[in-house]
């Protein structure tokens, strides 16, 4: 429920793996709901960037193509 710090937590977690989608994801969501709809594009952006580029210890690549693509429905209901 609070929006503030975690707009933060997920800004520093970019700050630290910049190349890790799900932060920009999540930031995204984040902003979406505060209103800030330019910079949720933004990130869902940058999510889109390094979704599905490389596998991680915590999402195989099968989940990342299909975030990649609920990522990429979303940017455009947002245009």
């Known amino acids: 429920g609070d929006l503030q710090n975690a707009k933060a937590a997920l800004e520093s977690a970019i700050a630290n793996w910049p190349r890790r989608y799900e932060a920009y994801m999540y ?9 800030e709809t330019n910079a949720a594009v933004s990130n869902y952006m940058m999510a889109i960037k390094y979704c599905g580029t490389s596998p991680t210890n915590i999402i195989p690549m099968e989940v990342q193509r299909r975030e990649r693509e609920r990522l990429i429905q979303r940017l455009q209901g947002l245009r």
């Not at 930031?27 to 979406?32: A, K, R, T």
């Open 27 to 35: 930031l995204g969501n984040i902003l979406l709901e505060l209103g």
